[in-house]
């Protein structure tokens, strides 16, 4: 059984091993950015890197965030109380690749990380691709789809709607696809009855996502269009106290 210090501490030596600078936590009380009050999200200290207003000083971080969920775009505030597992206050373990490598090995990682270092379930994960959208010009994203297939049979790959799958960090800014990883915590008598693919995505406690993996490839102009990001940047975010329950 691993302490969550260990798993912490084990989460950033295995993206030390993939050639990752370890970062600390930055402040949640947001100093520079007038946007923001509070950290919500591991990406908020590396924002001007991914605008393309700073440049990186490394291509390759990892960390552990202390957050806040607070109102706004994508923040939740809502769910706390709701349900047991949207805390006020929560941990987001992260990796970010700023124009070096992209969903290949994001994917490959996270799986690596999961099933070969801590020694989850495969057959207990699910992973959600982006169906697309018609309405925007953006077709399924058959790229991710593609590299899980190399891990998980067909039934534990789901399609996910715009509001699920692409990850977008205000009305304007950079965007993109995202994957998230789904674990099935039910008792196996619970999963013999009940498909767990039929309830992910679906507010139930057991089946929960634990990591999201963000391909941020559009950069979202004030017309609502979306035009290509010079850099394409790899942003994900694994909830912490969520991985100690798994």
Same mark, same amino acid.
């Given at each position: 059984?691993? %302490?969550?210090?260990?798993?912490?501490? $084990?989460?950033?030596?295995?993206?030390?091993? #993939?050639?990752?600078?370890?970062? *600390?936590?930055? *402040?949640?009380?947001?100093?520079? @950015? *007038?946007?923001?009050?509070?950290?919500?999200?591991?990406?908020? +200290?590396? #924002?001007?890197?991914?605008?393309?207003?700073?440049?990186?000083?490394? +291509?390759? !971080?990892?960390?552990?965030?202390?957050?806040?969920? !607070? =109102?706004?775009?994508?923040?939740?505030?809502?769910?706390?109380?709701?349900?047991?597992?949207?805390?006020?206050?929560?941990?987001?373990?992260?990796?970010? $690749? /700023?124009? @070096?490598? /992209?969903? #290949?090995?994001?994917? @490959?990682?996270?799986?690596?990380?999961?099933?070969?270092?801590?020694?989850? $379930?495969?057959?207990?994960?699910?992973? %959600?691709? /982006?169906?697309?959208? *018609?309405?925007?010009?953006l077709s399924r994203d058959d790229e991710?789809?593609?590299?899980?297939?190399?891990?998980?049979?067909?039934?534990?790959?789901?399609?996910?709607?715009?509001?699920?799958? /692409?990850?977008?960090?205000?009305?304007?800014?950079?965007?993109?696809?995202? =994957?998230?990883?789904?674990?099935?915590?039910?008792?196996?008598?619970?999963?013999?009855?009940?498909?767990?693919?039929?309830?992910?995505?679906?507010?139930?406690?057991?089946?929960?996502?634990?990591?999201?993996? !963000?391909?941020? +490839?559009?950069?979202? #102009?004030?017309?609502?269009?979306?035009?290509?990001?010079?850099?394409?940047?790899?942003?994900?975010?694994?909830?912490?106290?969520?991985?100690?329950?798994?």
């Amino acid at each position: 059984m691993l %302490t969550a210090k260990e798993i912490r501490e $084990s989460f950033k030596e295995f993206f030390r091993s #993939k050639g990752h600078h370890i970062v *600390p936590s930055a *402040p949640m009380v947001v100093k520079d @950015d *007038p946007t923001l009050m509070f950290t919500n999200a591991g990406m908020n +200290q590396f #924002k001007d890197i991914i605008l393309g207003n700073k440049a990186a000083k490394y +291509q390759r !971080v990892a960390d552990s965030q202390k957050c806040l969920r !607070v =109102s706004g775009k994508h923040n939740d505030l809502e769910e706390v109380g709701m349900d047991t597992y949207h805390h006020t206050m929560f941990e987001m373990l992260g990796n970010w $690749s /700023f124009g @070096d490598y /992209f969903k #290949k090995e994001a994917i @490959d990682w996270a799986w690596e990380y999961l099933v070969d270092v801590l020694g989850l $379930s495969p057959d207990r994960l699910y992973a %959600t691709v /982006f169906e697309g959208s *018609p309405e925007e010009g953006l077709s399924r994203d058959d790229e991710a789809a593609g590299y899980w297939e190399k891990h998980l049979p067909a039934s534990h790959i789901i399609n996910g709607n715009k509001h699920d799958n /692409f990850w977008e960090m205000g009305d304007t800014g950079p965007c993109g696809p995202c =994957s998230e990883i789904h674990i099935d915590l039910r008792s196996e008598e619970e999963r013999a009855k009940v498909d767990g693919a039929s309830l992910v995505n679906h507010d139930d406690p057991l089946v929960i996502e634990i990591w999201n993996l !963000v391909f941020m +490839q559009y950069n979202r #102009k004030a017309d609502g269009s979306l035009e290509p990001l010079p850099a394409k940047v790899i942003d994900t975010g694994m909830g912490f106290e969520r991985l100690c329950m798994a």
